[in-house]
């Protein structure tokens, strides 16, 4: 039995010769709200859309609460809401006309369809323009309604492709609300270019480039890591990384010229280390100056840019 939420093994999806996904392999638990990153290209859409079986795979297994999306698609459109990057909506339609349309066809319960349409109303913020009609509404509103129209069925899974794209960052803070609400009472799977945005709300995070996962694991792990030692020195540039490197905890120095003769460097420490006060001191009595000198912990943007850099992690 698959106690996973949803599972991936080995999945690649190929167009022609180009490989969008090469046998990617990941897990998602019950009520976890996990990022899903990645530049344009990289096949995060594409990987939802096998995962919500708009696609077929090439090869590999990916399924939805237990059901294989191959063989059980209907089981699995059951137990999924799906957001996607561009809303398909129906623009002579009035917003309340369409979530009753929508919860009608994805069979809400006919006892409960008013409660549920108004519940999605008000959680998604498009009780104002109930009554206006769909092709009217601006990108923000449309994409609020296409949020609305995932949660209409109350899914298990919710799988949302750049849910934030075209609001304002009033309304982006109250999706971001929304959506971190629904977590441990739902799945969530969520793409958005705005790194920000996953920080702020998710507890894990997947990042996708050319194809293959190349980074997965609790953002918690960032801070567990040992922080940078930055500084900016005045002094020869030839002299400064390699002295830096034949100090006692320095494990890695990697330098950068700046303007007026200063020196950026970065230090990577042994773990356990904090060099500020003894390296500082050294550097003074070398007869070297120093502009700047602090930590830097590793944030998901940092770690994003080394991982599609190709850079080591």
């Known amino acids: 039995m698959n106690d996973q939420a949803i599972r991936v093994d080995n ?10 996904v090469d046998r990617i392999n990941f897990q998602v638990a019950p009520g976890e709200l996990v990022g899903f990153l990645g530049p344009n290209g990289a096949g995060k859409s594409t990987s939802m859309r096998v995962l919500t079986t708009f696609l077929p795979a090439t090869s590999g297994v990916a399924s939805v ?3 294989d999306v191959m063989n059980d698609s209907m089981k699995v459109r059951e137990c999924i809401g799906y957001l996607p990057e561009s809303v398909p909506l129906y623009p002579e339609m009035r917003v309340e006309e369409y979530l009753v349309y929508r919860a ?15 519940n999605c109303l008000e959680k998604c913020r498009v009780k ?3 009554r206006r009609l769909l092709g009217t509404l601006s990108k923000g509103y449309r994409q609020r309604v296409g949020l609305a129209d995932a949660l209409i069925a109350d899914p298990k899974v919710l799988i949302l492709d750049e849910p934030t794209s075209g609001l304002d960052p009033i309304q ?10 629904l977590a441990g009472t739902h799945t969530v799977l969520l793409s958005t270019h705005i ?6 709300i998710c507890d894990r995070v997947i990042i996708i480039n050319r194809g293959t996962i190349r980074w997965d694991g609790k953002l918690s792990k960032l801070g567990e890591q040992v922080p940078l030692l930055v500084m900016e020195v005045r002094g020869p540039a030839e002299q400064i990384p390699l002295w830096l490197e034949g100090q006692p905890g320095v494990k890695k120095v990697v330098t950068k010229p700046m303007e007026d003769g200063l020196l950026s460097v970065e230090i990577e ?14 550097v003074i009595e070398k007869g070297w100056s120093i502009r700047r000198l602090d930590l830097r912990r590793r944030n998901l943007e940092g770690l994003y840019t080394d991982v599609v850099l190709n850079r080591e992690t």
């Open 65 to 67: 609460c237990g059901f």
């Open 195 to 200: 790194l920000s945005e996953v920080e702020a």
């Open 128 to 130: 104002e323009v109930r």
């Open 172 to 181: 982006i803070r109250q999706t971001l609300e929304t959506i971190k609400e």
């Open 11 to 20: 999945l690649c999806k190929r167009y022609g010769p180009v490989v969008a």
């Open 269 to 282: 420490q042994e773990r356990g280390q904090d060099l500020r006060e003894s390296l500082g001191k050294k």
């Open 104 to 118: 009608k066809l994805k069979q809400v319960d006919r006892s409960i369809r008013k409660a549920r349409v108004e």
